[in-house]
């Protein structure tokens, strides 16, 4: 089964930047994808961006030129780099593969004003 760790977190004033990281292990035999979730506070999960094992990708509108997905082996780490940062940006983040696998307990990014 793989296992999924995110790391990269932390706290940073509005406009300011952060890469998170998420490192894969366990018993991987290929992974398809790798999606960037967060979740706010009293809010849904919600879809960040996605990486494909090809090297596509795709944002939402809310990160899409702010944030950058990017991986070397997709097997072993995806980052998200994460630019222009807003107060709005402040939520666990999370990494998953595509179909999920249990979930990891995320990354805090706190963006003051």
């Known amino acids: 089964q793989v296992q999924l760790v995110e790391s990269g977190g932390g706290l940073v004033q509005a406009g300011g930047s952060l890469r998170l990281s998420c490192a894969a292990s366990?018993?991987?035999?290929?992974?398809?994808?790798i999606l960037w979730y967060r979740q706010p506070p009293g809010k849904q999960r919600e879809w960040v961006a996605t990486?494909?094992?090809?090297?596509?990708?795709a944002y939402a509108d809310s990160v899409k030129g702010r944030f950058t997905i990017s991986t070397r082996n997709i097997e072993t780490m995806v980052y998200l780099q994460m630019n222009s940062l807003k107060p709005e940006d402040t939520a666990i983040y999370y990494c998953?593969?595509?179909?999920?696998?249990?979930w990891g307990q995320g990354t805090q990014v706190t963006v003051s004003s």
């Open positions: 998953n593969t595509s179909p999920p696998v249990a």
């Open positions: 990486i494909t094992s090809k090297g596509r990708t």
């Open positions: 366990g018993s991987i035999f290929s992974i398809d994808a």
